[in-house]
């Protein structure tokens, strides 16, 4: 069983910037494809940004293509999500998520992943 602790979350002013970790108790976390989910109230999951195994492919959403960087140190076993230039709109629980995969290809459905953290709020104001 995986655990994930994210951290790094709080209340920022638009314009701003966050860095969310997402620590592993996996030490073969280097075998794991990672993904950042963020879900506002009353709307949807949505997936964020992702990152293979190894770090060598990512993936993002339009609406933070520029502004957030995933990024990882399988050495310490943690994930990271850089997070630029907020609004409003990025306000939400954000969470990882992780699955054992060894091919380099990011996953972008929350059914591929098999272990989640708790969530980190994230809360930018205006």
């Known amino acids: 069983q995986v655990q994930l602790v994210e951290s790094g979350g709080g209340l920022v002013q638009a314009g701003g910037s966050l860095r969310l970790s997402c620590a592993a108790s996996?030490?073969?976390?280097?075998?794991?494809?990672v993904g950042w989910f963020r879900q506002a109230p009353g709307k949807e999951r949505e997936f964020v940004a992702g990152?293979?195994?190894?770090?060598?492919?990512?993936y993002y959403i339009n609406s933070v293509k520029g502004r957030f960087t995933v990024s990882r140190d399988n050495a310490k076993n943690t994930v990271y999500l850089q997070m630029k230039s907020l609004n409003s709109e990025d306000t939400a629980v954000y969470c990882c998520?992780?699955?054992?995969?060894?091919?380099?290809?990011?996953?972008?459905?929350?059914?591929?992943?098999?272990?989640w953290g708790q969530g980190t709020q994230v809360t930018v104001s205006s």
């Open positions: 996996e030490r073969t976390f280097m075998r794991y494809a």
């Open positions: 990152i293979s195994r190894s770090g060598s492919n990512t």
């Open positions: 998520a992780a699955r054992y995969h060894l091919l380099e290809s990011v996953l972008l459905q929350p059914h591929e992943y098999d272990y």
